[in-house]
């Protein structure tokens, strides 16, 4: 697909001729991998060492075999289905040998990202009982601290390297593994059965648990088509961690359904160069990285890389500033189209090719799925009123969307109700369906009778260049209720002084609303995030509130 294909879409007619059809019986990694595994040579994965920057071909073939090796070991280890599995894997091509190869099991896998401590990883294993904890080689030392700990592991695998105590050495277990795997050797699987679990990130409570089943992989079929447009001739590379569903989203489902190659670069930290120079060396063409990302780029020249690969780039893992998006639409040609979605659901809300982008709006509901902005009760708000993003639920269930938190009555029972999931974010709808983020709904400030949401203000202060991050928090005022609080980050360079303060907040006052300008403003090296990166605007308000002066 081209630029210029894009623009064929019809958004209206996509939702009216809409179809997907789950089928009783489904296994991803049989039905979606194995099947383009038999396309002969079809590049699935580039993978990018970190220390050679050597890239290394794999084939749906190879993804297919290793998994059914690392399968076959399952099974030698007596795991049946529903048994759990903690995974600890960073970007490499095992990562993808191990979830596919619980998947052909049954085993339910519930991968974490690589910075969880030895006290994360003792929590996921007791909170579901996992069974066996598969790791690779830097992890080891976590585990051993915790395992002492957690009474229903019985099996722990190293992906690779020297293995100490009864440790198992995953490359070579699968040495000598057949590759092949009969989908009869286990008892096929419902569309239903539990097929991952991921943790929430965890902004406001401890990490709850959400279970995927097989039918939400196929679910992601919509997030493919219409949000991220991937076909069989793209290069897609997501930025990403492997322990969040954005990976499941940027690196798994959607880029495999469609037969897309996919970069793996398992780099530490950021290098701006380094990835833009990737792009132009791999003729990237679908592109997917955090706002963050985005700006880092508006801030360089990057004429001097050749990115004419790029038809396509995606925004994700927070909302999408209209700043960024206009610096990357002058130095690269592309818009960036936002979409919006959760652990708990397949892409629902986006920005689609053809249609047009209102710069920081999260754009309309995807095909399939009803999601609208409605009140406390169930009841839709009016256009420009704020309220909860929601998706209806209808029966058959809504496509992608999960079914409750594991063994968690009463989240489940707070995020579903009136007929509808709550998401837990808020949002406006203008009059022709656009929607538009606020912010949690927690987060919503509410100063001298008006409603203001953290992102819009925050969004006006990146634009000021001496601002390169900032959090916007409601702080307790006796006279207004809450006012408005900024902790900002300052670009390199930049003094904070009482100039600069006064300098900012007129700027505020000119960008957007007067009023939801920032009261008071504290500048910070560093803001609190969690270990996906978002950060956690619930400490700031705390601090905020800690001690209450008037403004």
Same mark, same amino acid.
């Given at each position: 697909?081209?630029?210029?294909?894009?623009?064929?879409?019809?958004?209206?007619?996509?939702?009216?001729?809409?179809?997907?059809?789950?089928?009783?019986?489904?296994?991803?990694?049989?039905?979606?991998?194995?099947?383009?595994?038999?396309?002969?040579?079809?590049?699935?994965?580039?993978?990018?060492?970190?220390?050679?920057?050597?890239?290394?071909?794999?084939?749906?073939?190879?993804?297919?075999?290793?998994?059914?090796?690392?399968?076959?070991?399952?099974?030698?280890?007596?795991?049946?289905?529903?048994?759990?599995?903690?995974?600890?894997?960073?970007?490499?091509?095992?990562?993808?040998?191990?979830?596919?190869?619980?998947?052909?099991?049954?085993?339910?896998?519930?991968?974490?990202?690589?910075?969880?401590?030895?006290?994360?990883?003792?929590?996921?294993?007791?909170?579901?009982?996992?069974?066996?904890?598969?790791?690779?080689?830097?992890?080891?030392?976590?585990?051993?601290?915790?395992?002492?700990?957690?009474?229903?592991?019985?099996?722990?695998?190293?992906?690779?390297?020297?293995?100490?105590?009864?440790?198992?050495?995953?490359?070579?277990?699968?040495?000598?593994?057949?590759?092949?795997?009969?989908?009869?050797?286990?008892?096929?699987? #419902?569309?239903?059965?539990?097929?991952? &679990? *991921?943790?929430?990130? @965890?902004? /406001?409570?401890?990490?709850?648990? $959400?279970?995927?089943?097989?039918?939400?992989?196929?679910?992601?079929?919509?997030?493919?088509?219409?949000?991220?447009?991937?076909?069989?001739?793209?290069?897609?590379?997501?930025?990403?961690?492997?322990?969040?569903?954005?990976?499941?989203?940027?690196?798994?489902?959607?880029?495999?359904?469609?037969?897309?190659?996919?970069?793996?670069?398992?780099?530490?930290?950021?290098?701006?160069?380094?990835?833009?120079?990737?792009?132009?060396?791999?003729?990237?063409?679908?592109?997917?990285?955090?706002?963050?990302?985005?700006?880092?780029?508006?801030?360089?020249?990057?004429?001097?890389?050749?990115?004419?690969?790029?038809?396509?780039?995606?925004?994700?893992?927070?909302?999408?500033?209209?700043?960024?998006?206009?610096?990357? #639409?002058?130095?690269?040609?592309?818009? &960036? *189209?936002?979409?919006? @979605?959760? /652990?708990?659901?397949?892409?629902? $809300?986006?920005?689609?090719?053809?249609?047009?982008?209102?710069?920081?709006?999260?754009?309309?509901?995807?095909?399939?799925?009803?999601?609208?902005?409605?009140?406390?009760?169930?009841?839709?708000?009016?256009?420009?009123?704020?309220?909860?993003?929601?998706?209806?639920?209808?029966?058959?269930?809504?496509?992608?969307?999960?079914?409750?938190?594991?063994?968690?009555?009463?989240?489940?029972?707070?995020?579903?109700?009136?007929?509808?999931?709550?998401?837990?974010?808020?949002?406006?709808?203008?009059?022709?369906?656009?929607?538009?983020?606020?912010?949690?709904?927690?987060?919503?400030?509410?100063?001298?009778?008006?409603?203001?949401?953290?992102?819009?203000?925050?969004?006006?202060?990146?634009?000021?260049?001496?601002?390169?991050?900032?959090?916007?928090?409601?702080?307790?005022?006796?006279?207004?209720?809450?006012?408005?609080?900024?902790? $900002?980050?300052?670009?390199?360079?930049?003094?904070?002084?009482?100039?600069?303060?006064?300098?900012?907040?007129?700027?505020?006052?000119?960008?957007?609303?007067?009023?939801?300008?920032?009261?008071?403003?504290?500048?910070?090296?560093?803001?609190?995030?969690?270990?996906?990166?978002?950060?956690?605007?619930?400490?700031?308000?705390?601090?905020?509130?800690?001690?209450?002066?008037?403004?």
């Amino acid at each position: 697909m081209t630029k210029k294909d894009e623009l064929s879409f019809d958004y209206d007619q996509a939702r009216k001729n809409f179809e997907l059809t789950i089928p009783t019986e489904f296994n991803f990694a049989f039905d979606v991998v194995g099947k383009w595994a038999k396309t002969d040579n079809k590049t699935a994965l580039i993978t990018i060492d970190k220390n050679s920057k050597t890239p290394t071909y794999h084939s749906y073939s190879d993804l297919d075999k290793n998994s059914n090796k690392f399968a076959n070991l399952l099974l030698d280890l007596e795991c049946t289905k529903q048994d759990f599995a903690f995974v600890m894997i960073p970007r490499k091509a095992a990562w993808y040998h191990v979830l596919l190869g619980c998947m052909k099991v049954g085993v339910v896998a519930m991968p974490g990202t690589n910075l969880l401590t030895a006290k994360d990883i003792e929590y996921r294993i007791n909170r579901s009982g996992a069974k066996l904890a598969i790791v690779t080689e830097e992890h080891i030392e976590k585990v051993n601290a915790i395992r002492n700990n957690c009474p229903s592991l019985e099996h722990l695998i190293t992906v690779s390297g020297k293995t100490t105590d009864d440790w198992i050495c995953m490359e070579d277990a699968c040495l000598n593994a057949s590759s092949d795997f009969e989908r009869t050797k286990v008892s096929l699987n #419902k569309a239903t059965d539990p097929m991952l &679990i *991921y943790f929430t990130s @965890g902004t /406001t409570s401890m990490p709850k648990m $959400v279970e995927r089943d097989h039918a939400y992989a196929l679910a992601h079929t919509i997030t493919q088509k219409y949000w991220m447009t991937l076909e069989e001739t793209d290069i897609h590379w997501t930025l990403t961690d492997t322990g969040w569903a954005k990976a499941a989203w940027g690196l798994l489902f959607p880029p495999l359904i469609a037969g897309s190659t996919i970069i793996l670069f398992d780099s530490e930290g950021f290098d701006a160069d380094e990835h833009l120079r990737i792009i132009q060396d791999y003729k990237i063409t679908t592109f997917c990285a955090p706002p963050t990302v985005y700006r880092l780029f508006a801030q360089m020249d990057v004429s001097n890389y050749n990115l004419s690969s790029l038809r396509h780039c995606i925004g994700a893992g927070e909302p999408l500033n209209p700043e960024a998006m206009r610096s990357w #639409k002058t130095a690269t040609g592309c818009d &960036i *189209y936002d979409g919006y @979605g959760q /652990t708990e659901t397949i892409n629902i $809300v986006a920005n689609y090719p053809g249609m047009e982008i209102r710069p920081g709006s999260m754009g309309k509901p995807v095909p399939g799925l009803d999601v609208d902005i409605i009140d406390d009760e169930g009841k839709l708000c009016p256009n420009d009123v704020v309220g909860h993003i929601a998706v209806k639920i209808t029966n058959p269930h809504p496509l992608g969307l999960f079914f409750g938190y594991f063994k968690d009555k009463p989240a489940t029972d707070f995020a579903f109700r009136n007929g509808w999931y709550y998401t837990g974010d808020t949002a406006t709808r203008d009059e022709d369906g656009y929607i538009w983020f606020v912010g949690r709904s927690d987060d919503i400030i509410s100063s001298a009778g008006y409603r203001i949401s953290p992102f819009e203000v925050e969004s006006a202060l990146i634009e000021h260049p001496a601002v390169q991050e900032s959090a916007v928090v409601a702080k307790k005022d006796d006279l207004r209720g809450e006012i408005v609080k900024a902790y $900002v980050i300052l670009a390199p360079g930049e003094i904070a002084t009482d100039n600069l303060t006064l300098e900012i907040q007129n700027f505020v006052k000119k960008v957007t609303a007067p009023y939801k300008y920032p009261r008071e403003i504290e500048y910070r090296d560093q803001l609190p995030k969690t270990i996906s990166g978002k950060i956690r605007r619930v400490e700031l308000r705390e601090e905020a509130n800690s001690v209450n002066t008037n403004s």
